[in-house]
Nanobody
Framework: QVQLVESGGGLVQAGGSLRLSCVAS????????TGWLRQAPGKEREFVAS????????YYADSMKGRFTISRVNAENTVYLQMNSLKPEDTAVYYC?????????????????WGQGTQVTVSS
């Protein structure tokens, strides 16, 4: 049983920072790409960033480049999302998701496993 458990969300003022964590369990993720996607109220789920467990190659949505950093600690089966210079428009539920492929995809439907999500609220 694959499990992805997120933590680290919360309320922060604009310009602040948060670090989200995603702990993966249930199998070996060395051939998986793990990503963060988010969904704001009334909007579709959108890609944020992803990383390949074995190679570490990273992708970011354009609006997150330079502000967000995705990383992983293989020994801990944990993926992090460091979010800096947060804006009110970053407010959303952030989901950790895993894809059984090295290939990049920004489409939510291409991810096979999902966590329950963690709320990030950025106040102005």
């Amino acid at each position: 049983q694959v499990q992805l458990v997120e933590s680290g969300g919360g309320l922060v003022q604009a310009g602040g920072s948060l670090r989200l964590s995603c702990v993966a369990s249930g199998r070996t993720f060395s051939n998986y790409r793990t990503g963060w996607l988010r969904q704001a109220p009334g909007k579709e789920r959108e890609f944020v960033a992803s990383i390949y467990w074995s190679g570490g190659d990273r992708y970011y949505a354009d609006s997150m480049k330079g502000r967000f950093t995705i990383s992983r600690v293989n020994a801990e089966n944990t993926v992090y999302l460091q979010m800096n210079s947060l804006k009110p428009e970053d407010t959303a539920v952030y989901y950790c998701a895993a894809r059984k492929s090295r290939d990049y995809s920004g489409s939510p439907i291409m991810y096979d496993y999902w966590g329950q999500g963690t709320q990030v609220t950025v106040s102005s």
